[in-house]
C-alpha cells in the first residue's frame, strides 16, 4: 500500500489499515483481499465410523502384536483400520451425503488413548463436488475437542492450509461411532472457485 510509505502518517495510518483490516477480517470479499487474495472455508459435516454389523465402513486391516494397550481394553499399539466412512450435513446417518472419508487410523500411543489418523475428505455434493482436502493428525479420543491438520487438497482445496476441530458428537451403537468435524481450510486466491451455479450446501458450507 504507497499511502503508508509518509513516515509522519505512520501511526495514524497504521490505527485505521488495523481498523480496516479487522473490518475486512469479520466477512465478505474484503476478508480474502485483507489475507492478500486467501480465503478461508470454514466446513460442517459429521462422519460415520462404523467398525462392524451391518453397513461396516472400517475394517482393521492390522492387528498390533503388542503390548496390550493399558487404557484402551482389547487393543494393541499398532492396530491400525482402514475406512471409507460416510459423511453427511447432519449427525443422522440419514441425512443427506456430502463426502466420504477415506484413509487410515492407527493406535499410535503407548500409553494415550491417541490415534494416528491419516485421511482424504472427499466431497460429493454442493458446491464443493469432486474436491477433496487431505487430513493428518492425532485424534486422542479422551479430549472432548481434538485438533487435526488440513494439508492439502485438490480442487476448490488446491494448496490449502488449516485445521480441523474433531468432536465425538455420539455413539449410535457400540460399533457406530458419529464425529463432528469443523474444518477451517485457507486456500490461495488462485484456487478454482466453487462451481458456478452449484447448489449451496446447507449446513456445510458455513461461511
Ligand atoms: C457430483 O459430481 C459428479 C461428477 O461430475 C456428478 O456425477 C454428481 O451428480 C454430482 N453430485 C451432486 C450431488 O451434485
Same mark, same amino acid.
Given at each position: 500500500?504507497?499511502?503508508?510509505?509518509?513516515?509522519?502518517?505512520?501511526?495514524?495510518?497504521?490505527?485505521?489499515?488495523?481498523?480496516?483490516?479487522?473490518?475486512?477480517?469479520?466477512?465478505?470479499?474484503?476478508?480474502?483481499?485483507?489475507?492478500?487474495?486467501?480465503?478461508?472455508?470454514?466446513?460442517?459435516?459429521?462422519?460415520?465410523?462404523?467398525?462392524?454389523?451391518?453397513?461396516?465402513?472400517?475394517?482393521?486391516?492390522?492387528?498390533?502384536?503388542?503390548?496390550?494397550?493399558?487404557?484402551?481394553?482389547?487393543?494393541?499399539?499398532?492396530?491400525?483400520?482402514?475406512?471409507?466412512?460416510?459423511?453427511?450435513?447432519?449427525?443422522?446417518?440419514?441425512?443427506?451425503?456430502?463426502?466420504?472419508?477415506?484413509?487410515?487410523?492407527?493406535?499410535?500411543?503407548?500409553?494415550?488413548?491417541?490415534?494416528?489418523?491419516?485421511?482424504?475428505? +472427499? @466431497?460429493?455434493?454442493? &458446491?464443493?463436488?469432486? !474436491?477433496?482436502?487431505? /487430513? =493428518?493428525?492425532?485424534? %486422542?479420543?479422551? *479430549?472432548? #475437542?481434538?485438533?487435526?491438520?488440513?494439508?492439502?487438497?485438490?480442487?476448490?482445496?488446491?494448496?490449502?492450509?488449516?485445521? +480441523? @476441530?474433531?468432536?465425538? &458428537?455420539?455413539?449410535? !451403537?457400540?460399533?457406530? /461411532? =458419529?464425529?463432528?468435524? %469443523?474444518?477451517? *481450510?485457507? #486456500?490461495?486466491?488462485?484456487?478454482?472457485?466453487?462451481?458456478?451455479?452449484?447448489?449451496?450446501?446447507?449446513?456445510?458450507?458455513?461461511?
Amino acid at each position: 500500500m504507497a499511502f503508508v510509505s509518509t513516515a509522519a502518517w505512520m501511526p495514524r495510518v497504521v490505527f485505521v489499515a488495523s481498523l480496516v483490516a479487522a473490518l475486512a477480517m469479520a466477512s465478505g470479499p474484503a476478508a480474502a483481499a485483507a489475507r492478500g487474495g486467501r480465503r478461508v472455508i470454514h466446513l460442517r459435516f459429521y462422519m460415520h465410523d462404523i467398525t462392524g454389523g451391518p453397513g461396516q465402513t472400517a475394517v482393521q486391516v492390522v492387528k498390533g502384536p503388542g503390548p496390550a494397550h493399558p487404557v484402551m481394553p482389547g487393543s494393541h499399539f499398532g492396530d491400525t483400520t482402514v475406512m471409507d466412512d460416510a459423511l453427511t450435513e447432519g449427525a443422522s446417518a440419514a441425512s443427506r451425503p456430502v463426502g466420504r472419508a477415506q484413509g487410515t487410523y492407527t493406535l499410535a500411543s503407548l500409553r494415550e488413548p491417541a490415534l494416528w489418523v491419516s485421511m482424504t475428505v +472427499v @466431497l460429493t455434493g454442493g &458446491a464443493y463436488n469432486g !474436491s477433496t482436502i487431505a /487430513v =493428518v493428525g492425532r485424534d %486422542d479420543i479422551s *479430549a472432548s #475437542v481434538r485438533e487435526l491438520a488440513v494439508v492439502g487438497g485438490t480442487g476448490a482445496f488446491r494448496g490449502a492450509t488449516g485445521h +480441523v @476441530l474433531w468432536r465425538t &458428537a455420539r455413539m449410535e !451403537s457400540r460399533d457406530h /461411532v =458419529v464425529l463432528e468435524l %469443523d474444518v477451517y *481450510a485457507t #486456500v490461495p486466491g488462485a484456487s478454482p472457485p466453487p462451481r458456478a451455479g452449484a447448489v449451496r450446501q446447507g449446513g456445510l458450507n458455513l461461511d
